[in-house]
């Protein structure tokens, strides 16, 4: 019997974003996924920023002047923007975890990411 | 004059020993028939080695499960002519996440053992089945009645769920759907089964199960209902009402 590819393995974690073919469900969970990846990103990225605190004031002024810099700008509007989106998915996960609105959960979702884009484009809007 | 489509099968191949591979197979085929057909005709006018499972034809078995074009199909009720058009090539892949026995024909051997784990029904008490609007006096009649459970241990939901290609251990769709359709209330032992890391717990939310259901089982509602038991069973406890 052939006993390996097939099979359920840690390999297949990549698996969990490409969900092309699939339902809008399976598009939700990648999302989470993915933005949950940015955002612990960011937190470490953020972390080592304030580590910049502990080498003086000048330290951290030279990188005040790096976040004018527009990458970074984009970033910090990725930030925010993949917050909002997995905050929304998030309580949309939470509310059909416990049975509200599991028979509309591609509702739901349609539902908060409208509000999402909404939300993305006043920021964006604030922001530039 | 009956409709002709001229398709190419793309089967996954593998045998024992040997590295995987696709097999094409040109054919002309009805866009009425269903895939499992064109499976079959792989098998009878082109290659007698195809290795494959089928039984029923018409959705009872669950033996046919494929990914067609990357999708969970029960094979003998997926129309051609829904998921292709004429001249379009058919992807026909093993179900994920089941060792391979031989190029379409997988090992169930893990899952059928998980639905027994949790007792899972093949008959239930027609009281018990989950019927919309049922009528009035079955309340008196009825007890005496059993029905065949919906699902049909296609095995489908395993394949689809992204959380079951990397963790063997969680107990999956069908599985907890079946521990859903007991109740932790009719069948208390079941609690210690599904309340755990690998249970209800596990899932992510993809709804990936009840999208490729083929028996309208419906396992991610099932699994969030039995949530809601798991948290009234646990609450119970902690205030005595166990």
């Known amino acids: ?128 | 004059m009956t409709e002709q489509w001229n398709i190419t099968l793309r089967i996954y191949r593998q045998k024992e020993n040997e590295a995987p591979h696709f097999d094409n197979f040109n054919m002309e085929v009805s866009p009425d028939e269903y895939v499992l057909d064109a499976v079959e005709r792989a098998w009878a006018f082109h290659d007698r080695t195809l290795c494959f499972r089928h039984a029923c034809h018409h959705s009872t078995c669950g033996a046919c499960g494929m990914r067609v074009n990357g999708v969970e199909k029960l094979s003998c009720i997926t129309l051609i002519r829904d998921i292709a058009h004429n001249g379009a090539t058919l992807k026909v892949e093993p179900l994920r996440n089941f060792p391979v026995v031989s190029d379409l024909a997988v090992d169930m051997g893990f899952f059928y053992r998980k639905m027994e784990s949790v007792g899972a029904r093949a008959v239930l008490p027609v009281m018990e089945a989950e019927i919309g609007n049922p009528p009035a006096q079955w309340e008196a009649e009825a007890s005496q009645y059993i029905r065949l459970s919906d699902c049909i241990e296609c095995g489908l939901c395993i394949s689809a769920c992204p959380i079951m290609a990397t963790t063997p251990e969680y107990l999956g769709p069908a599985p907890l759907a079946a521990a859903q359709d007991h109740g932790i209330q009719r069948k208390p032992e079941l609690l210690s089964i599904v309340d755990g890391e690998d249970g209800v717990w596990r899932c992510h939310s993809a709804f990936e199960c009840t999208a490729v259901c083929p028996s309208f089982v419906d396992p991610a509602r099932r699994i969030m209902d039995l949530r809601k038991q798991v948290v009234g069973a646990r609450l119970s406890k902690l205030f005595g009402k166990a």
């Open chain 1, 1 to 128: 019997m052939n006993t390996t590819r097939n099979q359920p393995s840690a390999r297949k974690f990549w698996s969990w974003f490409i969900p092309l073919r699939r339902d809008i469900g399976s598009w939700a969970f990648a999302l989470n996924r993915i933005t949950a990846l940015g955002l612990t990103l960011y937190l470490f990225l953020h972390l080592g920023v304030l580590g910049l605190l502990a080498q003086g004031p000048g330290a951290y002024d030279d990188f005040l002047v790096l976040t004018e810099n527009p990458f970074i700008k984009l970033g910090e509007w990725a930030v925010v923007a993949a917050a909002i989106l997995h905050g929304l998915n998030g309580i949309r996960i939470v509310l059909t975890s416990f049975g509200v609105g599991v028979t509309r959960q591609k509702q739901l979702f349609y539902g908060f990411m409208l509000i999402a884009v909404f939300v993305i484009l006043i920021f964006t809007a604030r922001m530039y």
